[in-house]
């Protein structure tokens, strides 16, 4: 007892510190027993500024995609990974609510449960535990050659998910190759959290040289299994840094200079994506 106690005051201690260094924790929803198998899905980690923490609760900040809170049920299981020096570390948690105590920031919080364990993910599996394993994003990426080529994949791109939204599609359509975009070789990478405008990317070595060398990007992803129709865009790089792997985090920024009716689209793609990971594990609890 008194290790366990030592071991839970150390997590503490270290949830102070990214506190006082007005770090954030990153958030995912938290996979329903039903979706641990083999089926593909798009789980997403969100940044949330860490406010504070007690014996009980943690405070921080409402993720935030695109302008668009991200809303979490009360109740809602999520996981939790805090970063120390080259180390990550996840743990279970929920959420109790909406912080009614106003933040430094002005910004709308939640309150979630502190941790009653937590534990380091498994070497060369950065996102797993014994008891969660995220499978975040793949996303593939192409060099952005001529960014006003862009209006053609993005408008075809809107049309697909409408018509999934309206059951008249399956919104998983392929985008003729005469009009995609002006775009270069290539390549890929996950995508590990998403931002406020953007998301933060990991390529690996093989090809962090190149995708380093290049300021704007086409990029595709899919969020199953509520959104069919993938997310297609433009980033630009805004920051980079090597990881302890050896792989390189891009921080990217969406860009929908060209095109800014866009921007809706992919803001209700991710919502209907978030939303459909809330409800799947709600029902799946329900059930049990």
Known sequence: MPAQRARTAGWKQCLQQICDRRGSLELAIRPPGEMNGDAPRGDLLFRARLISIDHSTIRVETPV???????FEDGLELVAIMSIGQNRWMFHTHCIGPDTAPSPTGTPGLVLSAPQ????????????????????????????????????????????FQHELDGTGSGAMEIDADLM???GPEYGGRIVNLGGGGLGVAVGMGDAGVVGRHAMWWMQFELPPSVQ????????????????????????CFDFGVNPSHRHVVARQIM?????????????????
């Open 229 to 252: 129709t993938p997310v297609r865009a433009v980033a630009r790089v805004a920051h980079r840094h090597m990881r302890s792997d050896r792989s390189l985090y891009c921080g990217m």
């Open 272 to 288: 209907r994506a978030i939303a459909g990971l809330q409800q799947r594990q709600l029902a799946y609890r329900k059930a049990g």
């Open 65 to 71: 995609s695109l302008g668009q809170s991200v809303e």
């Open 117 to 160: 364990r937590v534990e380091r993910c498994q070497r060369r599996r950065d996102y797993r535990i014994d008891t969660a394993d995220l499978q975040l994003p793949n996303v593939r990426l192409w060099p952005l050659l001529d960014p006003s080529s862009v209006i053609a994949a993005e408008r075809l791109t809107a049309v697909d």
């Open 181 to 183: 975009p002006k775009l």
